[in-house]
């Protein structure tokens, strides 16, 4: 089979992504349906982020992808609650033009559940499709801020410096794109690399290389490579021998969304810290937020955490997550992780703020600028993101105390111009407003 071949084979997900958006939900087979499940509602991994697949395997992500653990330590921090269950019945108006119940509205979007709370208490929440508070669920990109939240434990420290360039840390990165590069445009996304998210092109090193060494995508063999036999094994393989220069931007330059951004975060995380990226996740957020459950991590094909995108955890977990950012990295009276780092994402410059109204991307969507691995809303209000592919959102509004976070299965992944995804958001911020009075 050619290359070429298998990568068309690999984009037959993105063709149904595209039909469960034109014809509905309604329209497909419920996965894994019987025991054992029938061929046609398997799911795999050729076809797990295919909806209606999707709807199984983000809850079940270890049954697709390799995980290691992250466990939860120490007392759990009930949240009291549910306490305003009316909420659910508030209207609000959709982007496609209806008026529904705040339930309703996540449901009909796509939404897998919904947690909303202020202050420590649990106002709402809400599940859909069979999902439950036990349920563990991928956060895909909301992993993004959970790295660059991390990293400021290394920055307060001193053990990092975030106007040098990742190669003072990590040399074998000397030569590649990352070179000219200073940590900070890595943790706004303005490292001017030669390398984009293209899931068209046969021929791009996407889903050539990449997709393949994430282990997060398939390709006919791929799981079958072996160290050594290929030179893009691992994620960090691909760091080192494709990233390369835009020579026509320069780093700071253009605010351009890229995964291997995160990738390279994770890395300076582990070579620095000197532990592995999941235990010094483990050690120094999860077991101190009160956390009900474990969460688990994707790994690659090298069995390295997919720091760009492979969290999974429940719901309330992660809006405890949500309640440490919110309250400058204190949670239930600790300090998790430094004042001045939680602040720091709100910082936005002028240069940040024009790098997001250049993005062609994103001129119709209300972000004002994208900082620390955080899309920024209103830093007067303290009011920001983390956001992941498919519909995962980590709502925080400081001036409203409140932060709601769900998880989701909408059929097209990006969020731009995404009126699935414009929905929930919109609705979110209205409310949030709401509970300031």
């Known amino acids: 089979m050619t290359i070429k071949t298998m990568l068309k084979s690999s984009l037959s997900g993105i063709v149904l992504l595209l039909a469960a958006a034109a014809v509905g939900q309604q329209s497909f087979v419920e996965p894994m349906q019987g025991v054992p499940p029938s ?21 079940n992500a270890g049954a697709p992808l390799n995980v290691v653990m992250i466990p939860r330590g120490g007392d759990i921090r009930t949240l009291p609650g549910p306490l305003r269950p009316e909420i659910g019945e508030r209207q609000f108006k959709d982007a496609h033009g209806r008026t529904l119940g705040f339930d309703a509205l996540f449901k009909a979007n796509y939404a897998d559940g919904v947690v909303v709370v202020q202050g420590s208490r649990l106002l709402h929440e809400r599940y859909f499709h069979d999902f439950s508070a036990h349920d ?45 590069v200073t940590i900070q445009q890595v943790l706004d996304h303005a490292t001017g690399i030669d390398f984009k998210e293209n899931y068209t092109d046969f021929n791009a ?105 492979g969290m999974n955890s429940t719901l309330r977990d992660a809006a405890r997550f949500g309640m440490m950012v919110r309250d400058r990295g204190v949670f239930a009276g600790e300090q998790v992780i430094p004042a001045k780092w939680i602040d720091a994402t709100l910082q936005i410059d002028d240069i940040t703020r024009a790098n997001m109204a250049a993005n062609p991307k994103y001129g119709d969507e209300p972000w004002v600028g994208y900082h620390n691995m955080w899309w920024v809303l209103d830093e007067a209000a303290g009011e920001y993101c983390a956001v992941g592919i498919y519909g995962q959102v980590i709502y925080i509004n400081r001036s409203a ?37």
């Open 136 to 180: 563990q669920h991928i956060w895909f990109s909301m992993t993004k801020s959970l790295t660059s939240t991390a990293f400021g434990l290394l920055v307060e420290q001193g053990k990092v410096d975030l106007q040098e360039s990742p190669v003072k840390y990590i040399p074998e990165l000397r030569g590649s794109g990352f070179e000219r």
């Open 39 to 59: 061929a046609e509602s398997q799911v795999t991994m050729k076809n797990y982020r295919d909806f209606p697949m999707s709807r199984w395997a983000y809850r």
């Open 401 to 437: 105390g409140t932060v709601m976070a769900w998880f989701s299965s909408q059929p097209v992944a990006s969020a731009s111009r995404n009126k699935d995804f414009r929905s929930k958001l919109d609705a979110a911020r209205e409310l949030a407003n709401s509970l300031k009075r």
């Open 205 to 309: 090193d996407f889903l050539r290389y990449y997709a393949p060494a994430l282990n997060m995508a398939w390709l006919p063999g791929a799981a079958d490579a072996q160290p050594g036999a290929t030179e893009i094994y691992g994620v960090h393989d691909f760091l080192v021998h494709f990233i390369k220069a835009d020579p026509a931007v320069l780093p700071g330059q253009a605010f351009d969304y890229n995964s291997s951004n995160a990738d390279l975060l994770g890395w300076l995380i582990a070579r620095i810290s000197g532990e592995s990226f999941q235990d010094y996740i483990q050690q120094h957020i999860w077991s101190r937020l009160g956390t009900e459950h474990d969460a688990f991590i994707a790994v690659d094909r090298a069995y390295m955490p997919v720091v760009t995108g």
